[in-house]
């Protein structure tokens, strides 16, 4: 099958623990296909022999265990073949994952301690690698039947959701090279930034939500209890960053932390750490195959990510362009606003901004091109203890008729009038 002339395809054969690792083209897709042997992407094994489809500018290694032969039919921006890899150091740590989650299944499970299965967190700088770690030891579990639990708290290149939030879902099945993380019911908390400094006491409390979800999840369910959690963390580990790793590992109770590619906060770890003796800090090799981006690509890839959302990978969801009026919607702003006016404080004092305080938004054009979240919340008071149901997009803000445009993943009204907004914004191009 396949319209492209016959001088495009090419076949790449690949020794045994060697990968290939692909940029695809900025504008034209790549076709690829295992013809012989056994290969996977980021720890989802390839189906022999069927075409996949890559869209543009994905980047992506083929690894093989035993030796594969791959065709690949069109250009790209760069292709080779590394052979090596820290490929049997991650799958190493996956085993003793397997063995903790064994251990949690079998033991009773009225034992809560010995029945929780690994909480692991990938910590490291940006462009170590984490993201792509993470999906490995997720896709990994899964082909042994278990079903962990996905942890994204990397507000600025998430891949559960739009950028902005912090999210989490169970991993059923190994994760699809092409479509990444299944949407189908992930727990979603809107942060509205896509930097922690914005409002790091509001991210803290997100995360914590979030973690006392799940925890109230697990206790219903021996099953994920059992096959754990896997966290990716933001790139930030100065500093402020640092403070908020520490804070994510106490919160979820981490008991396996991965530090990729970085001596020095694997040090600061363990030392913070050596008395905790259920907690393992394992220091891993980066991949010379992460792909490292600068801040424009990284906000290039926020913007496709939002893309993604209302219009699909490949442009194949349509979006509905909705009209409320503003009578119909509440949007609030958590933070940022002085608590009280100047003049109701003592002489002298200066207005305390609270970082959690609910600042209801009137609707004017300063929402035009601003995603917002549409919010589980069915009192004002429960905004920023609930999840979201999802986002929508403004249009169209007029004034004269009070009336807001949107586009949003569906037709009808929405699940809330409860909208968050942050300083995430977007422009549909
Ligand atoms: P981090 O989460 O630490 O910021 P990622 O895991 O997102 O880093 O990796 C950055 C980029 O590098 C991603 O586009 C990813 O697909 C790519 N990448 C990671 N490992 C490899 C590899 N071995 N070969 C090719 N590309 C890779």
New binding site residues.
């Given amino acids: 099958a396949g319209s492209a002339s016959a001088s495009t395809v090419r076949q790449v054969k690949l020794e045994r623990e060697s ?1 290939l ?2 940029e695809v083209a900025n504008d034209t897709p790549l076709r690829l296909r295992l013809l012989t042997g056994t290969a996977e992407i980021f720890g989802t094994e390839l189906p022999p022999e069927i075409w996949l489809n890559f869209p543009p500018r994905l ?3 083929v690894f093989t265990w035993y030796g594969a032969t791959i065709e690949m039919d069109g250009a790209t921006e760069l292709d080779y073949i590394a052979d090596e ?1 820290p490929m049997v150091s991650y799958v190493n740590v996956h085993a003793i994952l397997e063995g903790r989650r064994s251990r949690a299944k079998a033991s009773s499970s009225n034992d809560y301690d010995s029945s929780q299965g690994p909480r692991v967190i990938v910590v ?1 700088p ?8 993470s999906r490995m030891l997720l896709s990994w579990a899964t082909k042994q039947g278990w079903k962990p639990t996905f942890v994204d708290l ?1 507000i600025g ?1 998430g891949s559960i959701t739009i950028p902005g939030c912090i999210a989490a879902t169970p991993i059923e099945l190994p994760i699809d090279p092409v479509e990444g993380i299944p949407l189908d019911m992930p727990l979603v908390y809107f942060y509205g930034h896509t930097t922690p400094s914005n409002n790091v006491d509001l991210y803290k409390v997100l995360a914590k939500e979030l973690a006392r979800m799940l925890e109230r999840q697990f206790t219903g369910n021996a099953e994920s209890r059992a096959a754990g959690m896997v966290i ?1 963390t933001m ?1 930030w580990i100065e500093g402020v960053g640092y403070e908020l790793l520490l804070h994510a590992i106490d919160i979820f109770n981490a008991n396996v932390i991965l530090v ?1 590619g970085q001596e020095k906060l694997w040090s600061m770890l363990k030392d913070v750490l050596k008395n905790k003796p259920n907690v393992d800090v394992v220091k891993l090799q980066k ?1 010379g ?3 490292s ?1 600068n801040a424009k690509v990284r906000q290039k890839t926020r913007s496709y990510r939002i893309k993604e959302y209302f219009y699909g990978l490949v442009n194949d969801l349509s979006p509905h362009s909705n009209i409320a009026n503003f009578s119909d919607l509440a949007v609030y702003r958590i933070g940022g606003g002085p608590q009280a006016p100047r003049s109701a404080l003592p002489i002298g004092a200066e207005p305390a901004a609270d970082p959690t305080r609910l600042v209801p938004v009137s609707i004017n054009r300063d929402l035009l091109h601003v995603i917002l979240a549409v919010s589980f919340a069915k009192e004002p008071d429960e905004i920023i203890s609930s999840n979201v149901a999802g986002f929508i997009y403004i249009t169209d803000v007029d004034i004269q008729r009070k009336k807001i445009t949107y586009l949003g993943p569906s037709a009808g009204d929405l699940p809330s009038k409860y909208l968050i907004v942050g300083t995430l914004t977007w422009l549909e191009t």
């Fill in positions: 990968e690792r692909v980047k992506f290694a890899t490291g940006t462009d170590s690698g984490k993201s792509t770690l990397d290149q990716n790139g990729l991949s195959g992460v792909v981006r």
